[in-house]
């Protein structure tokens, strides 16, 4: 058996009514059972988003600094945008 520890947690009370109905339910057999499943689960996500989050962050820290450094070059205007009315709205002046 793997070596354990045991915690006093405190929950909101919406959290606390789940961990009660996943039991009440059967799909647990303990509010332990319950807490290590959602633990590994969590687990599970930070190692799956770990290396993405560490690109995004990074991708984030360059524009920063390209922002900083002036780098970065103004956008060109989307001529969609500026499309006649008339594309967009039929004779009667409703949404088409």
């Given at each position: 058996?793997?070596?354990?520890?045991?915690?006093?947690?405190?929950?909101?009370?919406k959290l606390a009514h789940a961990v009660k109905t996943a039991i009440g339910e059967g799909r647990h057999y303990s509010a332990s059972s319950v807490i290590q499943e959602a633990?590994?689960?969590?687990?599970?996500?930070?190692?799956?988003g770990g290396p993405?989050?560490?690109d995004v962050h990074a991708?984030?820290?360059?524009?920063?600094?390209?922002?900083a450094s002036r780098r970065v070059t103004p956008l060109e205007p989307d001529t969609s945008v500026?499309?006649?009315?008339?594309?967009f709205f039929n004779h009667?002046?409703?949404?088409?």
């Open positions: 058996m793997a070596e354990t520890e045991r915690l006093t947690i405190v929950l909101p009370a633990m590994r689960e969590w687990q599970e996500r930070r190692q799956v993405q989050l560490a991708d984030i820290d360059r524009r920063l600094t390209e922002i500026t499309a006649p009315r008339h594309r009667s002046g409703y949404f088409a």
